[in-house]
């Protein structure tokens, strides 16, 4: 069962604004991992960010953690066309079995031109 | 990109019949997963393996089984395909399972008819 929740579940937004997704989870983690898929692709990994972190960079991502709201962040900065995908979250759960992650259902982003 | 694949991309069968699907890596990752996706449901996991004939079972295993022989194969069996297993499968390989970023394959649309 899916225990990371992303909200919203779609975001439309214009080119050049900013996006901001977020995950909640239930149980504590070793980690949370953000990935994209566009349209009839497999997953593409962007950001994994380890229990200890609280923000992580790459290109235009930003990813922040909060473990006390156990909740997590992917801001998408200066959003282009090409970022339109679906955007999901997964976990590590630290309680249970270290070798399978726990997916979210996804946020749906449309960049506009 | 890492070097997996999925065959056959694409396959339409019926009902009754028996299925396999193939992923082949070339990263030499011990941990290979088998996934579906359908619309509202997100990723679910179905059989992973981690390691040469280990494997276990996801969260919707009935009516599925898998076989590792050798590190770069991984084999989705349907014994007996039914509608509801009309689905887009994904395979994942990862380095060190739940604490890694895992690789997806592009895929395979499977209708059973």
């Known amino acids: 069962s899916q225990q990371g929740e992303e909200d919203p579940q779609a975001l439309s937004i214009q080119e050049g604004e900013n996006a901001t997704m977020n995950c909640s989870y239930k149980?504590?983690?070793?980690?949370l991992q953000w990935y994209r898929q566009n349209s009839g692709r497999g997953l593409v990994h962007l950001i994994l960010i380890r229990s200890n972190e609280r923000e992580k960079h790459s290109g235009r991502l930003r990813v922040t953690l909060d473990t006390s709201k156990k909740s997590s962040s992917l801001l998408i900065t200066a959003s282009r066309a090409a970022d339109t995908a679906s955007y999901f979250c997964a976990k590590s759960d630290n309680a249970g079995n270290n070798r399978k992650l726990i997916w979210g259902l996804g946020t749906s982003l449309a960049v506009n031109p | 990109d890492a070097g997996i694949t999925q065959s056959p991309r694409h396959k339409v069968t019926e009902t009754g019949t028996p299925v396999t699907l193939r992923c082949h890596q070339t990263?030499?990752?011990?941990?290979m997963y088998w996934y579906r996706q359908d619309p509202g449901h997100g990723l679910r996991l179905i059989h992973y393996s981690y390691g040469v004939k280990d494997t276990d079972k996801g969260e919707v295993s009935d009516g599925y089984s898998v076989s590792r022989s050798k590190t770069e194969d991984f084999l989705l069996t349907l014994e007996s395909a039914t509608s509801s297993q009309t689905s887009v499968y994904f395979c994942?390989?990862?380095?060190?399972?739940?604490?890694?970023?895992?690789?997806f394959g592009d895929g395979t649309r499977l209708s059973i008819l």
């Open positions: 990263e030499n990752h011990r941990y």
């Open positions: 994942a390989i990862s380095e060190g399972g739940a604490e890694q970023p895992q690789h």
């Open positions: 149980t504590s983690i070793n980690n």
